[in-house]
């Protein structure tokens, strides 16, 4: 296929991608994150871009757009109130030196191994969104001490081995910690401008095959998919939003959750290469 026509079929799929993670965003409050890796491993795949390096293409590239959908919820969030500042000045150092290691050991790794993380940690994620309680508590309140050394960096790097932001891991951690959804939510995408902004400088300077890469990919992101994805989810998240007014979000995210779950047992199954 010519670079045009590979490159205008690339725009068409990622134009798709960006308009579907913007609604689930909008609609349900997911972080991208755990839409858009599965969603570029096989946009990417497909368009013949494969290789052993594949999986932090798509790490670092959905961590870029984390920057910026991150940072612009942060904003919002923060003008209403929401933003918790103390949790985020206790837990930064931990969540930022969890991300560079995540970047370490993202770099070694084989797509085949990514891919199984990522498989097994979906559906935890998948788990608890169709089956997570908001009365569950393990304190009432956030940890000090040796509880938030070890989790902060946890969060960190779970977080940048499956190329999503601070929500899927930190809001039910501050769940279980009696902090209110609201600020959780809100907190947590601090947690998310975080973990992208060192992993992503970092992934710039990984060495990517050259044959493996889509065009305009600078280290492991592509600049292509960052901009298209930023653009449609600016577009369609606000359509999400008003979709979530006209319906009950609750069954929704049940929806998601088995949508999810299905998605991580894929990435599994080929793994495996089953």
């Not at 081995?161 to 809100?186: D, E, K, Q, W």
Request: hydrophobic fraction near 55%.
């Amino acid at each position: 296929m010519p670079e045009t026509g590979l490159l205008l079929q690339m725009l068409a799929m990622l134009l798709a991608i960006g308009a579907f993670a913007g609604v689930l965003a909008g609609l349900l409050g997911v972080g991208g994150g755990i839409v858009l890796v599965p969603a570029f491993f096989y946009a990417f795949q497909t368009l013949g871009y494969g290789g052993p390096q594949l999986m932090q293409l798509c790490l670092a590239t959905s961590l870029a757009t984390i920057i910026v959908t991150s940072v612009r919820s942060v904003l919002s969030h923060n003008k209403k109130g929401a933003v918790d500042w103390d949790i985020l000045r206790g837990w930064w150092p931990g969540i930022a030196i969890g991300s560079g290691l995540g970047v370490l050991v993202a770099s070694y790794l084989h797509t085949d191994v990514l891919q199984a993380l990522f498989g097994v940690l979906g559906m935890v994620i998948g788990a608890y969104l169709g089956f997570g309680r908001s009365e569950w508590r393990l304190g009432d309140a956030m940890p000090h001490g040796v509880k938030r050394a070890v989790l902060s960096p946890s969060v960190g790097f779970l977080s940048v081995l499956m190329g999503i932001g601070g929500g899927s891991f930190g809001v039910p951690l501050m769940s279980l910690y009696n902090t209110p959804i609201h600020r959780a939510v809100a907190t947590a995408a601090g947690f998310g401008v975080i973990i992208a902004v060192p992993s992503v400088a970092g992934f710039l300077f990984l060495d990517v095959d050259p044959g493996h890469r889509p065009p305009y990919t600078i280290g492991a992101v592509n600049l292509v998919a960052f901009f298209v994805v930023i653009a449609m989810t600016l577009v369609t998240a606000p359509w999400g939003v008003k979709l979530a007014h006209a319906m009950d979000p609750k069954p929704l995210k049940r929806v998601f959750a088995v949508f999810l779950t299905l998605v991580a047992l894929n990435m599994l199954r080929k793994a495996l290469g089953w």
